[in-house]
């Protein structure tokens, strides 16, 4: 079971930090990834690191305003967004599978019940 936490409302402009927590599993294991879904829009892509955060990935809509990290040690993983505009409106889920970092939501078996991110303008 994925835990996401940290969505809430901020101002356009404003940040906000996603966490998802992974108790209980062998996290270190599983590459993470979050992804987005706005109504009435098919979930998007938005970050993916590997089991090592060596390496990482973003959707195209990112464009450098956010940063996907994450704690082997916390069992964490983290999505922060930066300069956020109210197109970033939308429910934000954590997603894990074993094996190397993925960008397709296929390729996720676990996930989580999402957070809301609301932006205003």
């Known amino acids: 079971q994925l835990v996401e936490s940290g969505g809430g409302l901020v101002q356009a402009g404003g940040s906000l930090r996603l966490s998802c927590a992974a108790p209980?599993?062998?996290?270190?294991?599983?590459?993470m990834g979050w992804f987005r879904q706005a109504p009435g829009q098919e979930r998007e892509f938005a970050a993916a690191?590997?089991?090592?955060?060596?390496?990482?990935y973003y959707g195209d809509f990112v464009k450098g305003r956010f940063t996907i990290s994450r704690s082997n040690v916390k069992n964490t993983v983290y999505l922060q967004m930066n300069s956020l505009k109210p197109e970033d409106t939308a429910v934000y889920y954590c997603?894990?599978?074993?094996?190397?970092?993925?960008?397709?939501?296929?390729?996720?078996?676990?996930w989580g019940q999402g957070t809301q991110v609301t932006v205003s303008s």
């Open positions: 997603a894990g599978r074993k094996g190397p970092a993925a960008t397709q939501e296929d390729q996720f078996t676990d």
């Open positions: 209980g599993r062998t996290f270190s294991t599983y590459a």
């Open positions: 690191i590997s089991w090592s955060g060596g390496a990482t």
